[in-house]
């Protein structure tokens, strides 16, 4: 079989996604994400187009607003 060890991510995919220009504000999953401070890493999992990326990203701008100098990767 082959091996994919040597494999190497796309810079797509380590950066920040961009933002889209018109997000649907979900401020009760935004408050529901501020749960996973209190765990060392979270992984959020959904079907493709559910807003998984959009959430994040409002989430991190709550954060960020915030001061809280939360680390996140992508």
């Known amino acids: 079989g ?5 494999m190497q991510p796309l810079a ?5 996604p961009t ?12 408050q529901l994400l501020d749960g996973i401070l209190d ?3 979270t992984l959020v999992t959904g079907a493709a187009g559910a807003g998984k990326t959009s959430a994040l990203l409002e989430w991190e701008r709550s954060q960020a607003s915030a001061g809280a100098g939360t680390r996140i990767a992508w």
């Open 2 to 6: 082959s091996s994919h060890m040597g």
């Open 12 to 16: 797509s995919q380590l950066a920040r």
């Open 39 to 41: 765990v060392p890493i």
């Open 19 to 30: 933002p889209p220009r018109r997000a649907v504000r979900r401020e009760r999953l935004t």
